[in-house]
């Protein structure tokens, strides 16, 4: 293949060559010297021209042709990383910029070489332009509604009545193996679509193949979470592929995927949580969801517990309430293994989750004795 492309090189070669000489033949005139060549001037001049150029392409044809395979590499490489939205609306943009370029510059033609020039940089600037527009609005481009002016107005309308704008949902590895977002997505309470980083799901590959077993079922638990979503639910799910930043950890990277896509995290994690909000990205997390959705517990309540094991202070008893919420009963260590009847003292809320203090009810049998 190499050696065919240099003969091809060179036959170009030769060809421009000779077309460059034949284009200069008044030269033979101008340079008196060139009339000592006697009759068969101008053939010498031609033939110089073809053996030049064909000279040339044959020494310039291996190193061309490794810039082209490069090119072509880098080119094919770069295509098969690039979503087709993004070619899709690059593209447009382009042929826009170039269309401008042409109607602009059409009257250049008469200035000469600088008008050429003129041409040229106009054309790429535009282009180049084009393009870049192209790609920050592909949203918009190939959203079809808005090609059309009355649908566009309604939806914007409707959008800002409602509040119904929905952002792009970006999940990371601890709330997919969580397993509670399918049932979130289910209900219906998550508008906009779910974006599933690339560097997320080979997270979550990786820990599927750890070889310790904990963490090879969670992995695994993660992916049966995703397989779930796609398939069974409404929910539109996308693998966003495109690397963000090599060099940066997964936790920095959806901070910053975040903010190219204007879009926000979903998560558990108390630490990317708190980083989030420094950062000013926008974070939905799952824990906050669920404290928020338990039942109010009021000081005085009465309530039914099973104390199962004691609690780092003296005499304490530790239960848990069907939603997992710790409950703290003063004086329930003698009671372990039993199901008692507690009141409310008062209620702590963290971050973390809920936390309910409550003592023994005055009449159950054995208090009295126990407080003596």
């Not at 106009?122 to 180049?128: A, P, Q, R, S």
């Not at 896509?261 to 000013?280: P, S, Y």
Request: net charge neutral.
């Amino acid at each position: 293949m190499g050696r065919i492309m240099r003969q091809i090189l060179t036959i170009v070669g030769a060809l421009l060559g000779l077309g460059i000489m034949f284009q200069n033949l008044a030269a033979l005139d101008a340079w008196p010297y060139l009339h000592t060549l006697g009759s068969m001037r101008t053939e010498i001049f031609l033939a110089l021209g073809l053996v030049l150029g064909g000279l040339i392409g044959y020494l310039l044809g291996p190193i061309l042709v490794k810039w082209a395979s490069r090119g072509i590499t880098w080119a094919e490489w770069r295509l098969q990383r690039t979503p087709m939205q993004d070619l899709l609306a690059g593209s447009v943009g382009l042929v826009l910029g170039l269309v401008i370029a042409f109607l602009l510059t059409a009257e250049l033609g008469g200035l000469g070489l600088y008008g050429d020039l003129l041409r040229v940089a106009i054309t790429v600037g535009l282009g180049y332009l084009g393009l870049l527009v192209g790609l920050r609005k592909k949203d918009e481009i190939m959203r079809p509604q808005n090609w059309l002016p009355r649908v566009k107005h309604r939806e914007r309308v409707s959008q800002a009545a409602t509040g119904d704008v929905s952002k792009p949902k970006i999940l990371d590895t601890s709330v997919i193996i969580d397993g509670r977002i399918a049932d979130i997505c289910q209900s219906g309470f998550l508008e906009g679509p779910l974006i599933i980083p690339g560097f997320v799901l080979e997270e979550l590959r990786h820990i599927a193949d750890s070889a310790d077993v904990l963490k090879r079922n969670r992995g695994r638990r993660g992916l049966d979470i995703l397989n779930h979503i796609q398939k069974e639910l409404k929910t539109s799910v996308q693998i966003y592929e495109k690397e963000v930043d090599p060099a940066l950890e997964v936790d920095s990277k959806l901070l910053k995927l975040a903010k190219i896509m204007d879009g926000k995290v979903i998560t558990n994690d108390f630490n990317l949580n708190k980083v989030a909000e420094l950062q000013g990205v926008p974070v939905l997390n799952i824990n906050e969801l669920a404290n928020a959705v338990k039942p109010v517990v009021l000081p005085g309540e009465e309530m039914v517990v099973h104390v199962i094991k004691d609690g780092k202070e003296s005499g304490q008893g530790i239960g848990y309430l069907d939603d997992g919420t710790m409950i703290v009963v003063d004086g329930g260590r003698k009671f372990i293994g039993q199901t008692v009847s507690v009141v409310v003292t008062s209620v702590l809320q963290t971050a973390a989750g809920r936390m309910i203090f409550a003592k023994l009810k005055a009449h159950m049998p054995g208090v009295e004795a126990s407080e003596a």
